[in-house]
T-cell receptor, first 114, second 111 residues
């Protein structure tokens, strides 16, 4: 596979469930990101990892828990979500040393919280 | 307040028409990117501009970075239905190390 992949593509979960989103990048990049995209709202940066270390947490509620075991894999663990958390969750990677931080996105996971 | 503003927010045009969308800020950017996002998919990088006044062309798309590196425009010539999507500008501010995104322009090209 090439580029950035995300699984699952669609997820429906109840407010008491626990689930995880997975992202994998095959581009050799050293930075990975989670974004949230809600209807009629701009892209919201959630977390940034550089060389597996979390460098940014944009005041994200603790019901979202990221994990980055290595530079190629990124997870977002979800628990006790709220209906307003329904959104498209996008993973991206970039080569931080480029200076331009061009983002390469996966196709996203469409999450619906019931 | 958005660091990057985009206009118009929505645009619906007939196939074959020309259009321009804008990306503006009061901040100076060391680089600026344009992405296109189709429904249900992630954004795809179209171009990066880094020099004030720079113009880049990608087939029928022309991108310009403002001389002061605070704004950018995207011009599409003879729009096609395949150009339909959300156009996002994003930039890296001078002395910062992350990308910020504008709210996007939603373009619909009607056959």
């Amino acid at each position: 596979e090439t580029g950035v992949t995300q699984t699952p593509r669609h997820l429906v979960m109840g407010m008491t469930n626990k689930k995880s989103l997975k992202c994998e990048q095959h581009l050799g990049h050293n930075a990975m990101y989670w974004y949230k995209q809600s209807a009629k709202k701009p892209l919201e940066l959630m977390f940034v990892y550089n060389f597996k270390e979390q460098t940014e947490n944009n005041s994200v509620p603790s019901r979202f828990s990221p994990e980055c075991p290595n530079s190629s894999h990124l997870f977002l663990h979800l628990h006790t979500l709220q209906p307003e958390d329904s959104a498209l969750y996008l993973c991206a990677s970039s080569q931080g040393s480029s200076g331009t931080y061009e983002q390469y996105f996966g196709p996203g996971t469409r999450l619906t919280v019931t | 307040t958005q660091l990057l503003e985009q206009s118009p927010q929505f645009l619906s045009i007939q196939e074959g028409e020309n259009l321009t969308v804008y990306c503006n800020s009061s901040s100076v950017f060391s680089s600026l990117q344009w992405y296109r996002q189709e429904p249900g998919e992630g954004p795809v990088l179209l171009v990066t501009v880094v020099t004030g006044g720079e113009v880049k062309k990608l087939k029928r798309l022309t991108f310009q970075f403002g001389d002061a590196r605070k704004d950018s425009s995207l011009h599409i010539t003879a729009a096609q239905p395949g150009d339909t999507g959300l156009y996002l500008c994003a930039g890296v501010r001078t002395s910062y190390d992350k990308v910020i995104f504008g709210p996007g322009t939603s373009l619909s090209v009607i056959p």
